[in-house]
């Protein structure tokens, strides 16, 4: 049955043009199936469409019609009415996502592409990798446009970071972070859309340590560094706490950009906060340990902040074995948080958990039918697992970045399961 199958998808039927005639409804599918075929080998487009059209509804819930669906989708394709052949892909990839390892959403997502609908393009060829890891051409149409999404994002992020370095540097404070939350929203898109490469993640670092030396700013002005001022100590501390953010975040940034053109304003702007950094600490330490003041100035360190931060990064990326270092590794970070990010590390490390289970399901061979069907439950219960463990972590973070990741991730395991269902069943 699988070399028909392959047979009726991939190779030329070679008939005579009399076999392109008005469909027979009684006759088999594959008869049916063919005699479309022969149409559109003879560039009758539009006699072949209905005959596809019956073949698939008199098959509405098997491979047979899973096919008629798609050929009629590359019919519709080759006549320029993309939106139709949208609609038959999706017809063909509901009855069966798996025909000849995901040619529906490979399909799809060109026709996708052809419409200017990029999001949905890269979500079906990523389905097309998933079912079918080996498949060049949905990669490569993959890597394309975010490729291109990524330069896009990338220059307008410098436009706008640009512009807002001279607004924070005029005091223009309300310009400033106008321009930096739009630089971030870029570039946060570009390390989305390529994220081996590292100027993105040294971006975003950059603007937020920007942000938060921004708002140390507010407070320095009413602090005196000889201590004499003892009414200034709720403004020492939010000063300094937010100084110290901005210095792990610039070196974090450091650590991530190599083209001097972005460096440099970095490392600028990595002395000035050293400058104001210095003095506040000085004072800092002359606070009376076990104050609260104290206790809020240096039990809240500006480090375990980035790590998780870090941490969010490698979770985007996909990174669980490197997450887990970093995870490992900071075991005492969240005893060492207030409250509210103690939920944020309980959301993290459920994410580790979720990472490493969906590796586990994907070393499975989830295109093989026979073996869905004998492990079916076992699988379900994988997904579940999977899936409750994302649901957890949702509802502890509060960050919107990872909590937006959730959301993904839920997607694509519903998605899962669903392929896993269908094939299994």
């Known amino acids: 049955m699988k070399k028909t199958l392959l047979l009726l998808a991939f190779f030329p039927i070679v008939v005579s043009a009399a076999l392109c005639q008005e469909a027979d409804t009684s006759s088999p599918a594959v008869a049916q199936i063919e005699q479309a075929n022969a149409c559109f080998d003879n560039k009758e487009y539009s006699k072949a469409i209905p005959i596809y059209r019956k073949a698939a509804a008199k098959n509405p819930d098997n491979t047979f019609g899973a096919l008629a669906h798609y ?16 609609s038959e892909c999706s017809q063909s990839i509901a009855i069966n996502p798996f025909l000849n390892d995901a040619i529906a959403y490979l399909l799809r997502g060109a026709l996708y592409e052809k419409t200017g609908k990029y999001e949905d393009a890269v979500c079906d060829y990523n389905k097309v990798l998933l079912i ?18 990524y330069v896009i994002s990338t220059n307008e992020g410098l436009s706008a970071l640009s512009s807002g370095l001279v607004a924070y540097k005029n005091g223009d404070n309300t310009s400033a972070v106008k321009d930096l939350d739009k630089a971030y929203s870029l570039f946060n898109n570009a390390r989305a859309f390529y994220l081996d490469d590292k100027t993105a993640f040294g971006m975003v670092s950059f603007i937020k340590g920007l942000k938060y030396r921004m708002a140390a700013k507010n407070f320095l002005g009413t602090i005196k560094l000889d201590g004499s001022g003892s009414d200034d100590t709720p403004q020492l501390v939010n000063a300094y706490y937010d100084l110290a953010l901005a210095d792990a975040y610039y070196r974090k940034a450091l650590s991530y950009l190599k083209d001097d053109g972005l460096v440099n304003p970095l490392k600028e702007e990595k002395e000035l906060n050293d400058r104001d950094l210095v003095p506040l600490k000085s004072r800092i330490d002359k606070l009376e340990p076990g104050s609260e003041s104290y206790t809020k100035a240096t039990d809240l360190e500006a480090a375990s902040i980035v790590n998780f931060d870090v941490a969010g990064d490698l979770l985007n990326a996909g990174d669980v074995d490197e997450l887990k270092r970093i995870l490992d590794e900071n075991k005492s970070i969240a005893a060492s948080l207030i409250k509210s990010n103690k939920e944020t590390a309980e959301g993290i490390s459920y994410l580790s958990e979720a990472y490493a289970k969906l590796s586990r399901i994907f070393s499975y061979d989830l295109t093989d039918p026979e073996w869905l069907k004998a492990n079916k439950e076992s699988l379900s219960s994988e997904i579940s697992a999977c899936s409750n463990d994302i649901n957890r972590a949702k509802s502890a973070i509060t960050d919107t970045a990872l909590a937006d990741n959730c959301s993904g991730l839920l997607q694509s395991i519903a998605l899962l399961q669903k392929l896993a269902e269908k094939a299994g069943g």
Do not use: S
């Open 132 to 149: 079918n890891p080996d498949n060049e051409t949905a990669r490569k149409r993959r890597d394309e446009i975010l490729f291109q999404w």
């Open 71 to 86: 050929k009629c989708a590359k019919t519709l394709e080759v006549l320029g009415k993309y939106n139709d052949a949208i």
